[in-house]
């Protein structure tokens, strides 16, 4: 692991431990290089990775403060209490949103990869799916995830589905109709019109400059919470590290459930992966969705579901019925090239290519 990484993760667990608390000042970067036998730079690296998630800040000429917020952001408060809540107050922008070829997989390789799959898995890319899902598949997404995004996983956690939006119509049908589902406004239509067209309930809840206002959760009526904390559509808003520790927080009083739709932070230019809330959650509170359309290429419908081990059960006993979507030759295409590296190549590329741009 590199220095810079390390120094980043000890920090973050003082922060979400309370060691450094809120308001906290940091050490500054040459004591902290000293004490870890590093240069300067390796710590600017590591508190640039702390302020791009939101777990500190940088004061002119004073140093670097701890903004993450450990404790209850608005429990107990009524909703017009004037006391300290992340409301955020600000104008959203809708920047652009890019889906340039050079963002999917290329083609030789992909056609390659078929071919390959086709010479060597012949029979086995004629089968019928399972209804989550081949286990190849399974596999090589959780093994991608653990050594990729930190997430571990079991490949019976797994569900296969064709895009995204599948996936949350299985939701309704396992976690139930009868439930609100809070989704983020404003915010991706689909996702209101799959939960409606299911018959399920929708709140919209209002977004702050890094994520759903805590007014709007302390008011809401909602079971279940569908955000996409890294770059919402159409609004680019990210949810800080305390906004996400706050939603944890919210499932948890509320005896709710949080979706995490992570449709595009394998694309972040930052120098690590973004953390998702499904690797902070400890209390099986989460179910996260990702998929491949934006990673290899749109005419691929294929999304991937990680549920939590509580919820396995319930969503074998009411999804096993549906027969998976997504072709086999296709779900062995996309393993093949987890397999074989291409995959996480391509992200590299597309990642280091972003950082010369923001550059």
Not at 85 to 110: C, Q, R, W
Request: include cysteine.
């Amino acid at each position: 692991m590199k220095k810079y990484i390390s120094i980043y993760e000890k920090i973050k667990i003082d922060i979400a431990e309370g060691i450094y608390k809120t308001g906290n000042k940091l050490p500054s970067k040459r004591i902290l290089a000293d004490e870890w036998g590093v240069s300067i730079i390796t710590v600017e690296h590591a508190y640039e990775l702390l302020i791009e998630e939101g777990y500190i800040e940088s004061k002119e000429k004073s140093g670097y403060y701890v903004v993450f917020e450990t404790g209850d952001l608005y429990f107990g408060q009524s909703a017009n209490s004037t006391s300290k809540i992340s409301d955020n107050e600000v104008s959203v922008s809708y920047p652009e949103y890019s889906s340039a070829s050079s963002n999917y997989i290329s083609y030789d390789i992909y056609a390659k990869t078929v071919r390959k799959v086709l010479s060597e898995r012949t029979y086995e890319a004629l089968e019928k799916s399972p209804s989550f899902g081949t286990d190849r598949l399974r596999t090589s997404i959780s093994d991608y995830l653990l050594r990729s995004r930190n997430i571990a996983v079991r490949k019976e956690q797994i569900m296969i589905g064709a895009g995204a939006e599948y996936l949350y119509s299985m939701i309704v049908r396992t976690l139930g109709r009868d439930l609100i589902y809070g989704i983020e406004s404003p915010g991706y239509r689909r996702i209101k019109e799959v939960y409606e067209n299911e018959g399920a309930k929708v709140e919209m809840l209002t977004l702050g400059k890094d994520g759903i206002k805590s007014s709007e959760l302390a008011k809401s009526n909602a079971n279940i919470l569908h955000i996409t904390p890294y770059r919402s559509f159409p609004t680019g808003v990210s949810a800080s590290a305390g906004k996400k520790n706050e939603y944890l927080k919210w499932a948890g009083k509320r005896g709710g459930i949080i979706i995490e739709d992570d449709f595009e932070s394998e694309f972040t230019p930052s120098r690590k992966t973004v953390d998702t809330i499904y690797s902070m959650d400890k209390n099986g509170l989460v179910i996260y969705v990702n998929t491949f359309t934006k990673t290899v290429s749109p005419s691929i419908r294929m999304a991937y579901m990680l549920l939590p081990l509580n919820l396995l059960d319930k969503f074998e006993e009411k999804a096993s019925c549906y027969s998976c979507p997504v072709p086999t030759l296709e779900q062995l295409a996309v393993s093949e090239l987890l397999d074989s590296g291409e995959f996480e190549r391509h992200i590299n590329r597309v990642r280091r290519n972003l950082r010369k741009k923001a550059d």
